[in-house]
């Protein structure tokens, strides 16, 4: 229900994917704190957006970050949020960041952004936690959102949509990559689909896709190969990175990140071994198969661990048009 008109980005490979994909929306390669606003208004030709999203840098309060701390400079990139949102005045406002901030400073960035965003614009805040696989997404992400609407309306936050079977509710990792190409050995490349689709996850990712993109296997030494093919799925692959696991066909995924540089991959192959391909990463993230990533495969994976699952976004944004157009 939403028309994208523009995305800013500091990063070069993720802006050439968003322009890429959203042929009809601005890309601007930028860093937001050097940006002016009125440059959206006057690109775009909307002098007040209906809605403003971001997701602000997450390395700050990362779980996964062992140097977490709360005067990581990032952590207060969300004041350029607020900062285009004082000028653009949009009706409707999304924020999306790790569910690590709640406890970092003891929830103080929760209620400083809340009153920060607040008092922008005469804005109704409110914010959660939801876990990315209970709107059928094949992922175990737990995220942190806020939603503004203005002061007076009651935003209600999307109940789950279960995906899976009765076996198992959320979409297992099975159902999100079983039908995709083979890719046994190091560097094999597929851009066709060999299957038919067999779950309706699959045929959601498949609608509108011809031609199979950004289907590659890492280009692993013998030796990596060995290691995932003596894993058993579900466990770790090294003993010191027991968040590197070797998926599980019966369960979905552990939550994807933006790093797994080392040995070019984060997690295993149930089958095969090998990491994920970007393809794989994708299903996994609930973009649709049609979505292409640039920027080679390590720039690859860093977009494809740092986005908000499609699917997730789309619940929160179908939520937002109920209560601004009640």
Request: with cysteine; proline share 7%.
């Amino acid at each position: 229900g939403f028309q994208v008109v523009a995305g800013v980005d500091i990063h070069k490979p993720s802006t050439k994917t968003f322009s890429h994909n959203h042929r009809n929306a601005y890309a601007i390669n930028a860093d937001i704190k050097s940006l002016d606003p009125y440059v959206l208004s006057d690109l775009t030709g909307v002098s007040q957006p209906y809605l403003l999203a971001a997701g602000v840098p997450c390395q700050g309060f990362s779980l996964n970050n062992r140097k977490r701390y709360a005067r990581d400079d990032r952590n207060f990139l969300f004041r350029e949020f607020v900062r285009f949102i004082k000028h653009l005045k949009p009706k409707a406002i999304v924020l999306e960041n790790v569910s690590g901030m709640r406890s970092t400073s003891n929830g103080h960035f929760i209620d400083l952004i809340k009153k920060e965003i607040g008092n922008s614009g005469d804005y109704e805040v409110s914010h959660t936690i939801l876990n990315a696989a209970s709107y059928g997404v094949p992922q175990l992400r737990n995220r942190l959102f806020f939603v503004g609407v203005p002061k007076g309306l009651k935003f209600q936050w999307p109940e789950p949509r279960l995906m899976g079977t009765k076996e198992s509710p959320f979409v297992t990792v099975r159902e999100a990559l079983s039908d995709l190409p083979a890719l046994p050995k190091p560097g094999d490349h597929s851009t066709g689909y060999e299957n038919d689709a067999s779950s309706e996850y699959q045929k959601l990712m498949r609608k509108n896709s011809a031609k199979l993109l950004n289907h590659s296997s890492p280009k692993h030494p013998s030796s990596t190969v060995k290691k995932i093919l003596n894993t058993k799925p579900g466990e770790p692959i090294y003993a010191k990175f027991t968040q590197r696991i070797r998926l599980s066909w019966d369960l979905p995924s552990p939550t994807q990140v933006a790093g797994g540089i080392r040995s070019q991959y984060q997690f295993g192959h149930p089958e095969q071994g090998r990491g994920l391909t970007i393809r794989e990463r994708a299903r996994i993230q609930s973009f649709p198969d049609n979505y292409e990533f640039f920027g080679g495969v390590v720039q690859s994976r860093i977009q494809t661990g740092n986005a908000v699952p499609p699917i997730l976004a789309s619940a929160i944004g179908q939520q937002l048009l109920k209560s601004l157009e009640a």
